[in-house]
């Protein structure tokens, strides 16, 4: 999809296509195990190899807006993320981001933030990854620095 059709899909439109595009980035990514979840360890592989970074997903629901380490954490995060040209978006359904990149077995308490790599062998190019990096792209030109996504539901 070039910008152009971005542009003149509508606001609801593009809503879904990119929550759609997100959860099949999310899905692909958790198959080339180049997923890392949670605030702590995304944050280790920010620090010792920001370049394989390719996406951050930032996630909170109510239960959590008021945490205040949380939100301090948020805050690093997007301005490391600015800093390297690491493309950002925000979800308000931990839930769901949990049931997308979890394991059936294992419960995620921490869904807060979620990182899409690149494998050390070799990069995965998925073109639903590269329609986020757009409407990351278009969004930082409207001033949407970290522009929130709704999941599709089940």
């Known amino acids: 999809m070039t910008l152009e059709e971005v542009l003149i899909q509508k606001p609801i439109e593009r809503a879904q296509c990119t929550g759609n595009a997100l959860e099949e980035v999310l899905v692909a990514a ?3 195990d180049s997923l890392t979840v949670g605030v702590y360890e995304c944050a280790k592989i920010m620090n010792l190899d920001p370049d394989s970074v390719s996406f951050c997903v930032l996630a909170t629901d109510e239960e ?3 945490d205040i380490a949380l939100q301090i954490h948020f805050t690093l995060i997007q301005s490391f993320c600015f800093d390297n040209d ?4 925000r979800v308000s359904d931990m839930q769901r981001l949990a049931e997308i990149v979890g394991d059936k077995a294992e419960q995620l308490e921490d869904a807060h933030c979620v990182l899409i790599t690149n494998p050390a062998e070799g990069s995965w190019e998925d ?5 986020l990096h757009l409407f990351c792209e278009e969004s930082r030109s409207l001033n949407d620095w970290v522009p929130e996504i709704s999941l599709p539901g089940r």
């Open 30 to 32: 958790k198959e080339n």
């Open 86 to 89: 690491i493309s950002i978006v």
């Open 64 to 66: 959590f807006e008021c």
């Open 127 to 131: 073109p639903a990854l590269a329609k």
